[in-house]
């Protein structure tokens, strides 16, 4: 008997996908036909993580507020002295600035790389790293799916519960060559995270806001190359370098900065 079927457009996410077959039936056919629905399921994953990443505002809690408008204004000399390179040369990256709502009110995620990396063994960092091809244009989305790709493999939190709501300006590590993209985050609907990799990564914690901008937590970073900044001793870590001064000026430029004490050091090693 002959079967005539053709399969129903799926939209997904904007994707369309359609399959029409007419022919005569076989058990060929039908592993013929499995797999051509793995191909398409494939396909459809793949589109999936291509699809559109949104940033939004919308139904952010009222104390983000600050933090979304600073980030429609804030210019790069304002974050950082340290710039991309006009050549355009440098490794893309991006970095998850995740803020949720925890015991303690307003939190951040950050995480410790691991004890044994050669670069900056057991510092504490967003997550993050460099885009992947499959991340797409890094001059519009691919930051915001690295972002998200980066902090799920590395912490496994589900970036479903994410709304991204802001970019900062891309930021310059002259040390490492990194190019990064800040993106901000809301922790709309939080999920269980942890070490993923304990080769690459020692710990994943949250910080409350309110630790962060306690002056009793604050100092100054001095490494031995004559290099200093901001610095925030909170969760038994010291936070200090890159993520340190980003987290610095979010706190600034949010309204959030309290008075304390500039001349208070901290002197770092060598292996920092």
């Known amino acids: 008997m002959a079967d005539d079927r053709r399969c129903e457009t799926r939209a997904t996410r904007g994707v369309p996908v359609t399959h029409t077959h007419t022919h005569t039936r076989t058990d060929a056919d039908a592993v013929a036909d499995a797999a051509v629905d793995a191909d398409a399921d494939a396909d459809t994953r793949a589109a999936l ?9 919308v139904g952010l809690p009222a104390w983000l507020d600050p933090v979304a408008q600073a980030a429609r204004s804030v210019r790069p000399q304002q974050l950082s002295r340290f710039l991309p390179p006009e050549s355009g040369a440098g490794r893309q990256s991006a970095v998850l600035i995740l803020f949720g709502e925890g015991a303690r009110g ?15 063994p057991g510092q504490p960092s967003f997550p993050g790293g460099s885009l992947d091809p499959d991340d797409g244009d890094q001059a519009t989305t691919g930051p915001l799916r690295a972002a998200l790709r980066e902090a799920e493999e590395e ?39 942890g070490v993923v990799d304990p080769a690459e990564t ?34 038994s870590a010291l936070v200090w370098g890159f993520t340190a001064g980003v987290i610095d000026r979010i706190v600034h430029y949010a309204g959030w900065e309290r008075p304390w004490d500039r001349a208070r050091q901290v002197p770092l090693d060598w292996r920092a």
């Open 49 to 57: 993580d291509r699809a559109a990443v949104d940033v939004t505002t």
């Open 106 to 120: 307003p939190e951040l995620l950050l995480m410790e790389r691991a004890g044994t990396l050669r670069s900056h």
């Open 155 to 193: 912490t496994g939190l589900d970036p479903r519960g994410v709304q991204l709501f802001g970019v900062l300006p891309r930021l310059y590590i002259p040390v490492s060559s990194f190019v990064v993209t800040p993106v901000l985050g809301w922790w709309r609907a939080p999920s269980p995270v």
């Open 202 to 235: 020692a710990r994943v914690f949250t910080v409350p806001v309110a630790d962060l901008t306690d002056p009793a937590n604050r100092a100054t970073a001095v490494h031995p190359s004559g290099h200093s900044g901001p610095a925030f001793l909170v969760e």
